[in-house]
């Protein structure tokens, strides 16, 4: 069965400072990975998704994320955080062999101080 | 595109009353999805369907139900409102892309407060 772990239920950074949020998960078959972002009282929206090929992949608002197999990683990162980017991070890994349906993480709030 | 709208935005029940949470989305997709997101727990998957006339149970189903007689259409009713169902519900969408995936659309969601 898939899971998702997201390492650090909130993380602080401030204004200009790199944002690391950390997913690793777990899955039977080569996975399909997501960042969703959910502003405050909004739905999700997609960030950005691995699904094969390049193991760096670049999403909206300057996120990227990079694929690591070896250590079943999928972690986000951004080089200087705005105050726009606080918000709450979802990470995601599709169903094998139904990739139709995806299990969350838990979530990480990231804020961002001035 | 309006994309995927939920309605209401916000609702207080009673223990015990029914209601029905709609949503409807305008992308034309196959796949819907009903999702609860409690505090700290991410999100859990009430129901889903591949098409119309198709659902089937998700991780958490107990005490919903859903039907999908339209494409467009996706309503999740609550039976006997229980407080455990005190929750912020999200209807999402998706259809497949050129790369086999799945992105998933997600409505603005519903607050529920059952007390």
């Known amino acids: 069965a898939q899971s998702v772990t997201q390492l650090g239920s909130h993380v602080s950074v401030s204004e200009g400072a790199l944002v690391l949020l950390r997913c690793n998960y777990s899955s039977s078959v080569p996975p399909y990975l997501f960042w969703y972002v959910q502003y405050p009282n909004q739905g999700l929206q997609l960030l950005l998704k691995?699904?094969?090929?390049?193991?760096l992949v670049k999403g909206i608002n300057g996120f990227e994320a990079e694929f690591k197999k070896s250590e079943t990683s999928f972690h986000l990162t951004k080089p200087s955080a705005h105050m726009s980017d606080a918000a709450e991070y979802f990470c995601a890994v599709s169903h094998g062999g139904s990739n139709y349906k995806l299990t969350f993480g838990k979530g990480t709030l990231l804020t961002v101080n001035p | 595109n309006a994309g995927v709208t939920q309605t209401p935005k916000f609702r207080i029940l009673k223990i015990g009353q029914s209601m029905t949470l709609q949503c409807t989305q305008d992308m034309n997709h196959n796949y819907m999805y009903w999702y609860r997101q409690d505090p700290g727990m991410g999100l859990k998957l009430i129901y889903y369907s591949v098409g119309a006339g198709i659902t089937d149970k998700g991780e958490v189903p107990n005490g919903y139900n859903v039907s999908r007689s339209t494409t467009e259409d996706f309503p999740l009713r609550l039976e006997l409102a229980a407080p455990s169902q005190t929750s912020v519900y999200f209807c999402?969408?998706?259809?497949?892309?050129?790369?086999?995936?799945?992105?998933?659309?997600f409505g603005p969601g519903t607050r529920l407060t059952v007390t």
């Open positions: 691995y699904t094969t090929g390049a193991t």
């Open positions: 999402a969408s998706s259809q497949t892309d050129a790369g086999g995936t799945y992105e998933q659309y």
